[in-house]
């Protein structure tokens, strides 16, 4: 199986930076897009940013400018900048991996794993 972690989320002031990171690991062969998810209170999950395998990016509008993803193929890691935060930032947010792993009985197969979320908390 595959197990997405995301990390760096916390508390910070409006005007700061954070850089959350998302490691998938398993029975991983590849790793094809990488995606960034957030989910504000009493909000529905909406899409942030994705990432190629080839490093081709793709942002939501409300993210355009100020949110910066980028990847570690080797370590099959995903990064999310966000600088100059504003309280609307404030979220849980989900990385989302899709690719290929191995299987025990043999042939390889698709996944798309989701991770358990990290908070983060913009306050003015």
């Known amino acids: 199986q595959v197990q997405v972690v995301e990390s760096g989320g916390g508390s910070v002031q409006a005007g700061g930076s954070l850089r959350l990171s998302c490691t998938a690991s398993?029975?991983?062969?590849?790793?094809?897009?990488m995606k960034w998810y957030r989910q504000a209170p009493g909000q529905e999950r909406e899409f942030v940013a994705r990432i190629s395998r080839d490093r081709i990016t793709e942002y939501a509008a409300s993210a355009a400018g100020r949110f910066s993803i980028s990847r570690d193929n080797a370590k099959n890691t995903a990064y999310l900048q966000i600088d100059s935060l504003i309280p609307e930032d404030t979220a849980v947010y989900y990385c989302n991996v899709n690719g290929i792993r191995r299987t025990d009985l043999g042939p390889r197969a698709l996944f798309d794993s989701w991770g358990q979320g990290t908070q983060v908390t913009v306050s003015s």
């Open positions: 398993g029975n991983i062969v590849s790793i094809d897009v």
